[in-house]
């Protein structure tokens, strides 16, 4: 089985930083896709950042130009640098990865979630 391990979430103040990273391990031949996603309470899940293994990324509007998703494939590890951090942002963000675990499966993961306060 596939473990994503998240660290690197806190409070922090408006227009602070903050650094989230989750390592993956386990059964893993390849990984496809990593990202975050982030669910404040009462509203839905959404995606907040992704990175393919060729480092083609994808962004929520709401974040580009002050989050950057990055890789580490020998790692396993993605990473999420917030700057310029909103209220709005605060959730629970969630690691995602989209695994292959021997060919052909492929199976998507998630992390326990870290929390991300900032206040104003």
């Known amino acids: 089985q596939v473990q994503l391990v998240e660290s690197g979430g806190g409070l922090v103040q408006a227009g602070g930083s903050l650094r989230l990273s989750c390592a993956a391990s386990?059964?893993?031949?390849?990984?496809?896709?990593m990202g975050w996603y982030r669910q404040a309470p009462g509203k839905q899940r959404e995606l907040v950042a992704a990175?393919?293994?060729?480092?083609?990324?994808n962004y929520a509007d709401s974040v580009k130009g002050r989050f950057t998703i990055s890789r580490d494939n020998a790692k396993n590890t993605v990473y999420l640098q917030m700057n310029s951090l909103k209220p709005e942002d605060t959730a629970v963000y969630y690691c995602?990865?989209?695994?292959?675990?021997?060919?052909?499966?492929?199976?998507?993961?998630w992390g326990q979630g870290t929390q991300v306060t900032v206040s104003s």
């Open positions: 995602y990865a989209r695994v292959l675990v021997s060919v052909p499966y492929e199976y998507d993961y």
């Open positions: 990175i393919t293994g060729g480092g083609s990324t």
């Open positions: 386990g059964r893993i031949f390849s990984i496809k896709i």
